[in-house]
């Protein structure tokens, strides 16, 4: 391990690790840390803390500083999530203005599906794959975007019109085809495509977290809770956190997703203490998804334990660091200081499911537990 404490990807198959990383959801773009910028670290900490109103005047003055296309997204994202849609696109304008080969489209797209915008993410796929149409990570991040924003329909056209192609794809591309097809639903050729096993380990994490949904899908938390535990145990110690090389950044996000939904197979399986201390390092995921649904199950945790203060105080700095579960949160207050018989939790289901609805396997449990949590004595 290097001095600085960042994590070497010495023992892992270069090749391997950058086709899981073209395929994977984020770019491996420059974070806060990386900027060296005390400005975007103390707006990365009121972002975190539910201060969006605060932390956006400092996104924006690093960005207008850099002029970096990492530090433009993440101001641009920012903004998504505060609901002001027509300044970030304005923004992300910017960035495709000089484009000719679809490279920012591709990283765009993966930005706004890491904050939970996959519709808006559709047209920046589509371009990046129009540019690129033989390319496998551009056209697995457009299956991705059509997949997450729900059209099911348009994803499997388009893998059917590269099934000779894909026979051919390398392991990692595999892999994620495979990922895809059992998000939409087409678990049988999935199965083929899982059956070989990787000869490297960070493959083979990836390969156990991805079998995993389909025992997700059946609701076999035990078999769920083994395969992702494997996959955990895969991956070296210390992945989690900040000081991560930029290689493994699309793995961190990978494994803080295998905790997630194993904090949600330990919850419904029964040993819920062991479903929190997954669910709370989840939470450090830069995927929006994975950190709502983690605070969404943290928050459960805190109901069923009796700490409504606590579970509120956690939903109110949810909405204050995304938008889109302000009202949700307002609704599920209302709800519990009144007698009204409406469903406290659908509109934060809503909202969660919003962010990604190729995992509504995953939304549909989780939001479940919170629902049960608030009536349990």
Do not use: C
């Amino acid at each position: 391990m290097p001095r600085d404490g960042a994590i070497s990807p010495v023992r892992v198959s270069v090749a391997l690790l950058s086709i899981l990383v073209a395929a994977a959801l984020g770019p491996t773009g420059t974070s806060a840390g990386d900027a060296g910028s005390l400005g975007v670290y103390v707006a990365g900490e009121l972002d975190q803390q539910g201060k969006l109103a605060e932390a956006l005047p400092l996104y924006r003055s690093r960005a207008e500083e850099t002029g970096t296309q990492a530090d433009r997204l993440r101001y641009a994202t920012a903004l998504l999530r505060a609901g002001q849609r027509e300044a970030a696109e304005a923004v992300l304008g910017e960035l495709r203005r000089k484009d000719t080969h679809g490279e920012s489209d591709a990283v765009v797209a993966s930005s706004l599906l890491a904050a939970g915008f996959p519709a808006l993410a559709v047209p920046h796929a589509r371009a990046a794959h129009e540019a690129a149409p033989r390319d496998p990570g551009r056209t697995l991040l457009l299956v991705r975007a059509l997949t997450a924003a729900g059209d099911r329909e348009s994803a499997r056209a388009l893998i059917a019109k590269t099934r000779g192609e894909a026979a051919r794809w390398a392991d990692g591309e595999r892999l994620e085809l495979a990922r895809w097809q059992i998000r939409m639903g087409d678990v049988r050729p999935a199965r083929t495509l899982l059956d070989r096993e990787p000869p490297e380990v960070v493959g083979q994490m990836f390969r156990d977290s991805i079998r995993a949904d389909v025992a997700l899908g059946q609701r076999d938390w035990p078999a769920v809770s083994e395969l992702l535990g494997r996959a955990e145990r895969r991956v070296p110690a210390g992945l989690t956190g900040k000081r991560v090389a930029r290689a493994w950044r699309n793995v961190q996000r990978e494994l803080y997703s295998v905790q997630l939904r194993r904090a949600l197979a330990l919850w419904r399986e029964g040993p819920r203490d062991r479903a929190v201390p997954e669910a709370r390092s989840a939470q450090a995921s830069d995927e929006e998804y994975v950190r709502s649904a983690a605070i969404l199950l943290l928050a459960a945790s805190d109901f069923a334990g009796g700490r409504r203060a606590e579970a509120q105080a956690r939903l109110d700095a949810l909405a204050g660091h995304d938008r889109r579960f302000a009202d949700p949160v307002a609704h599920l207050r209302k709800a519990l200081a009144s007698d009204a018989k409406e469903d406290p939790v659908a509109p934060l289901q809503a909202a969660l499911a919003g962010e990604d609805r190729s995992l509504e396997f995953v939304t549909a449990p989780l939001v479940e537990s919170l629902r049960e949590s608030l009536v349990t004595p």
